[in-house]
């Protein structure tokens, strides 16, 4: 495997959201021209899907966004790169992970403002190839800004609604040269760790955590799942209601895994598949199988895993089984 300190990959992605950063709503199409290429790929949650070239991505999320909340703070918490076990370690990928943060004062997608302040959780992976950003996913929390606009998406989480933090070390901004040791130290134990997860149905039984993770693990999941801590605790709140309401039906795959340093992850569109037995999220059965497009990001502290990151597109799992979580919620807003 060719090895490279991925600062050039790095500095086209920083310029990259720079320039968008910067831009108007207006703007944001030229903006992300710049450093993309003419067929750019950009695969968004729903209700924004895959989308091709620039104009595309403006007008289907970028522009809108910033319509509703002007000026966006970016906030990152993790900035890494590597190379991608997936395709054999032939491309490089750069990820992002944190909040945008802005004023929410007009609708987006329908969604009333808070007026307030609004945090858009987001995980961000870019391949980059002949100088320019040619493939991207973008995933958003879009049911956490469904909440903090006081509407009531989803039944009550079994996990903590919070603002989700970044790494417990506050060292996640891998923005110098990394040892590709270390790297490799990361991406091995989470494929090894996801290896033994699929190859028992996705369960988490306490031998499975007692082998890969650090007792004092911190798991945080998407709003409407939300966020645990400690085995006991992330059983309570992800596992136990994960495996009693669902059906594990196949594993997809991913898109593109990688690691630097002490963080790494993946993501797949799709992940896996699953059928609704009942009971998961507070929704009922269905015996359509739907699919999870899913982030799974990560802290290893020595030879375990320390904390989880994860990103589920909640409202396209539902979509695919009749359920419009997004128009139903608009159409008998709470009041």
């Not at 495997?1 to 086209?12: G, L, S, W």
């Not at 903006?31 to 949650?45: E, F, K, N």
């Not at 996640?172 to 590709?180: I, R």
Request: charged share 20%; glycine share 10%.
């Amino acid at each position: 495997m060719a090895q490279t300190d991925f600062q050039t990959e790095k500095r086209i992605v920083l310029d990259h959201l720079a320039a968008l950063d910067a831009a108007g709503p207006e703007e944001a199409a030229g903006a992300l021209a710049r450093h993309t290429a003419p067929d750019w790929l950009w695969r968004g949650m729903h209700p924004f899907h895959e989308q091709t070239g620039a104009e595309a991505v403006a007008e289907a999320f970028w522009s809108p966004l910033k319509r509703a909340m002007g000026p966006l703070q970016r906030r990152p918490d993790m900035f890494l790169a590597g190379r991608n076990q997936i395709d054999g370690f032939r491309t490089v990928w750069v990820i992002q992970m944190g909040h945008m943060m802005g004023l929410w004062d007009a609708p987006f997608l329908g969604i009333p403002p808070s007026r307030k302040i609004a945090f858009l959780r987001y995980a961000e992976f870019h391949r980059i190839e002949d100088g320019r950003i040619a493939d991207s996913a973008c995933f958003t929390d879009l049911i956490s800004l469904m909440v903090q606009a006081g509407l009531e998406p989803l039944p009550p989480q079994t996990g903590a609604n919070i603002l989700t933090p970044g790494p417990r070390t506050h060292d996640g901004l891998l923005y110098g040269a990394q040892d590709p040791a270390e790297g490799r130290r990361t991406l091995d134990l989470i494929t090894a760790m996801i290896e033994d997860l699929i190859g028992i149905g996705v369960a988490s039984p306490v031998d499975h955590l007692a082998k890969w993770w650090l007792p004092d693990m911190c798991w945080f999941g998407p709003a409407g799942i939300g966020a645990s801590a400690f085995f006991k605790g992330y059983h309570r709140g992800h596992t136990d209601p994960f495996e009693e309401g669902l059906e594990f039906i196949r594993h997809y795959g991913h898109v593109a895994r990688l690691a630097e340093g002490n963080f790494g992850g993946f993501f797949g569109w799709p992940s896996m598949q699953m059928r609704m037995t009942g009971g998961f999220m507070g929704m009922p059965a269905n015996t359509e199988p739907a699919d999870m497009r899913i982030v799974d990001l990560y802290r290893r502290e020595g030879d375990r895993l320390a904390e989880n990151w994860v990103f589920i597109d909640l409202l396209h799992f539902y979509h695919m089984q009749g359920l419009d979580i997004l128009g139903r919620t608009l159409a008998y807003p709470r009041t």
